[in-house]
């Protein structure tokens, strides 16, 4: 672990007033790397983020025209082409929701539902790497510090009689990797809240897209489905309907002789 009394007999954090940024790193130690390390990752998922959860990414502008123009005419095998070679979240909802046309409109909203779900539920999961940032930072931070804190006590334990004035620039280079921690935590959980508003916004945003992307083939499915319903009990009462019994000709003979 690191030695911060040893690194503050090198060098000071602070000269002459002026923070001195190359000793602020040497005090955070291994620690603070780490969390250095933590604060390039959160940079990459926020750029990340960024550039993939986004209306234009979820929910193309050319995808809905181009799925209004084919369902709209009743091209239900197109879209569902449409939506494979280009896949997005509203993609992969319409897609779902296509495959299960023959089973009628309940079947077709049910399916898009789950899609939907389904879908969010991975942005979420995508997002959580901000949270876990987030609460991870300052709990090595507060590490780094305590570890730091019980070095210079066992320092100047050996001494005789130590001065406060020999404590604080111990304890003020062991307080640098909470301060590291602090500052990678707080905009690590901000941007966790923000992504996940967007996420929401834009689920219910595409949710609503796919249901009126759907809404010309909704008539034609519950039509259908009712006339399935209204011939399966003609076919059923003409099939429980009683037959007469034809007796053979040569019975109806032998009953005439008689």
């Known amino acids: ?118 879908q969010a539920a991975r942005l979420f999961r995508k997002i959580e790497y901000l949270s876990l940032i987030g609460a991870l930072a300052p709990m090595l931070g507060l590490m780094g510090t305590v570890w730091g804190m019980i070095q210079a006590f066992a320092e100047f334990s050996e001494r005789a009689n130590p001065s406060p004035a020999d404590f604080a620039p111990a304890i003020s280079a062991a307080l640098v990797t909470t301060l590291f921690g602090l500052c990678v935590a707080v905009p690590a959980i901000a941007a966790y809240a923000w992504f996940r508003n967007r996420i929401d916004e834009f689920v219910a945003e595409t949710t609503l897209t796919a ?23 003609s076919s059923s009462a003409e099939s429980s309907r009683p037959q007469r019994t034809q007796l053979p000709s040569v019975a109806i003979e032998q009953r005439k002789d008689q």
Request: include cysteine; glycine fraction near 8%; aromatic fraction near 4%.
């Open 211 to 233: 249901e009126q992307l759907i809404m010309p083939l909704k008539k034609a499915l519950i039509d259908r489905q009712r006339s399935n319903k209204q011939e399966a009990p």
């Open 1 to 118: 672990m690191t030695n911060w009394p040893g690194l503050l007999a090198e060098s000071q954090i602070f000269v002459d007033g002026q923070l001195d940024i190359q000793a602020l790193l040497r005090a955070g130690g291994p620690i603070g790397y780490i969390i250095i390390g933590l604060s390039v990752a959160m940079v990459a998922l926020i750029v990340e983020h960024l550039l993939s959860i986004r209306r234009g990414s979820l929910m193309p502008r050319s995808l809905v025209e181009e799925l209004h123009q084919k369902l709209s005419a009743g091209q239900v095998s197109e879209a569902a082409a449409v939506c494979k070679v280009r896949p997005s979240f509203l993609g992969y909802v319409i897609s779902a929701g296509l495959k299960e046309v023959s089973f009628g409109y309940d079947a077709v909203e049910k399916s898009m539902e789950d899609a939907a779900a389904e």
